[in-house]
């Protein structure tokens, strides 16, 4: 055994099995990610560096680093080789873009296959797909609303977390998406996620593109382990930090950060 012990020892300190390891590693277990962009503001923000945990919705077939080419075949049609738990409701999702696998997106799970989806004046509303009891029981009953006979949540996010917002100078005047203020009851599809960025006014997502399969799933933020600003300044209060606390504590939700210029991300 002892011998043993030593050749593993040995490898793994051999330019070979250090290799081996950090690709298993990066395979399997986390890779780290940077936000590149403002759609999660003010939860996530730009220069914060993450580790995703990757096995947090089941274990997606590895893809080679930086080239995102797929190193084993799909055998279960799901883009997993071991199926998982599926995302749940207000889970940020580190997911590949529909439109272009190699690039990945983070955003959040707003609703899963069977809900309902909609945006009225900029409001987010959500039926889901248990129904007006489950929603009686799981809602404030602040944010619950009857719509045609139905009971929909009014922004069923919010008060859970408080970085999500909208952009007071985005504006129905024509220059901007009309599914940033009004989007048409949505039925999300069996098996798919409809995601969301928290800074809702200035986010490429589901909106716009559709609901996100769970073959697209790769993992979910684990914690920040560095972060700075535009200017190279340390985010000290932020590093360490465990992203399923870091969104619902509101003195890490930075207020300073100004909104996105234009709607680009």
Aim: with cysteine.
């Amino acid at each position: 055994m002892k011998a043993k012990l030593k050749k593993l020892y040995d490898f793994s300190n051999s330019w070979t099995g250090t290799v081996i390891i950090v690709l298993l590693v990066i395979f399997f277990v986390a890779q780290a990610f940077v936000i590149p962009s403002g759609s999660m503001k003010r939860t996530l923000l730009i220069g914060d560096h993450l580790f995703v945990k990757k096995f947090a919705y089941g274990v997606p077939i590895p893809h080679i680093p930086w080239i995102e080419i797929p190193v084993l075949p799909d055998i279960h049609g799901n883009g997993h080789l071991i199926e998982g738990e599926k995302p749940k409701r207000g889970d940020i999702v580190v997911f590949r873009y529909p439109q272009n696998i190699k690039i990945h997106y983070v955003k959040r799970c707003v609703a899963v296959g069977g809900d309902y989806i909609a945006v009225k004046d900029k409001d987010l509303y959500l039926h889901p797909h248990e129904g007006d009891e489950y929603i009686k029981s799981h809602y404030d009953k602040r944010d619950i609303v009857e719509i045609e006979g139905s009971l929909w949540v009014k922004n069923p996010y919010r008060r859970i977390f408080p970085g999500i917002q909208n952009d007071p100078l985005i504006k129905p005047n024509g220059l901007y998406p009309i599914q940033i203020f009004n989007f048409e009851p949505f039925k999300v599809p069996k098996g798919e996620f409809f995601m969301m960025g928290d800074n809702r006014d200035h986010s490429n997502d589901s909106r716009f593109w559709g609901s996100v399969p769970y073959s697209m799933i790769v993992g979910k933020p684990w914690f920040i382990y560095f972060s700075w600003d535009k200017d190279y300044k340390i985010r000290w209060n932020r590093m360490g930090r465990m992203i399923d606390s870091l969104q619902k504590d509101k003195r890490f939700i930075d207020k300073s950060v100004p909104l996105a210029e234009s709607y680009n991300e």
